[in-house]
């Protein structure tokens, strides 16, 4: 399955099955690749406030410098990383696994963690404090972010849409 790049300030960011590439966009020359050695296959980048780019790579997610393709961090999940692997919110990178799990994730450490009564359909996106996450139940979740602490986190809402 081809997977879109990323175009962050005149860089594409392009994931194969084993890494990432960041290629100039108006000539396709390459400024850096990186493979990534994990088992499953890498899921296609994201950003946050275009400042850093992230990437699933089989239960991983991590982050990598845009400027040299080196790893900021990583973190293991509970499942394989859904392509398009991580919404980059305002507050973090929200990332949902095959597994049935969603994560909010700062600088790598679990800010918040959801298991869904379904396997995820489709990525995260979200809107402030809330993520939302389509199932093959046929209901979308809302999961509320809250400053608690507390990792394990409530869902606000679930709505049937098929």
């Given at each position: 399955?081809?997977?879109?790049?990323?175009?962050?300030?005149?860089?594409?960011?392009?994931?194969?099955?084993?890494?990432?590439?960041?290629?100039?966009?108006?000539?396709?020359?390459?400024?850096?690749?990186r493979e990534l050695d994990a088992p499953g296959s890498?899921?296609?980048?994201?950003?946050?406030?275009?400042?850093?780019?992230?990437?699933?790579?089989?239960?991983?997610?991590?982050?990598?410098?845009?400027?040299?393709?080196?790893?900021?961090?990583?973190?293991?999940?509970?499942?394989?990383?859904?392509?398009?692997?991580?919404?980059?919110?305002?507050?973090?990178?929200?990332?949902?696994?095959?597994a049935g799990m969603v994560y909010v994730l700062y600088?790598?450490?679990?800010?918040?963690?959801?298991?869904?009564?379904?396997?995820?359909?489709g990525p995260p996106t979200a809107d402030k404090d809330?993520?939302?996450?389509?199932?093959?139940?046929?209901?979308?979740?809302?999961?509320?972010?809250?400053?608690?602490?507390?990792?394990?986190?409530?869902?606000?809402?679930?709505?049937?849409?098929?």
């Amino acid at each position: 399955m081809e997977k879109p790049p990323l175009i962050l300030e005149e860089i594409a960011y392009v994931s194969t099955y084993e890494g990432v590439f960041a290629l100039e966009a108006d000539t396709g020359d390459e400024i850096w690749s990186r493979e990534l050695d994990a088992p499953g296959s890498v899921t296609a980048p994201a950003t946050i406030r275009g400042h850093e780019v992230f990437c699933g790579v089989g239960e991983r997610i991590l982050e990598l410098d845009p400027g040299d393709g080196s790893e900021r961090w990583q973190r293991d999940l509970l499942g394989q990383v859904l392509d398009h692997p991580a919404y980059a919110g305002p507050r973090g990178v929200a990332v949902a696994t095959e597994a049935g799990m969603v994560y909010v994730l700062y600088d790598g450490v679990a800010h918040a963690r959801w298991e869904l009564p379904a396997r995820p359909s489709g990525p995260p996106t979200a809107d402030k404090d809330v993520v939302y996450v389509p199932c093959h139940d046929g209901e979308t979740y809302a999961l509320t972010v809250d400053d608690t602490g507390d990792t394990v986190s409530e869902t606000a809402w679930s709505a049937e849409t098929g």
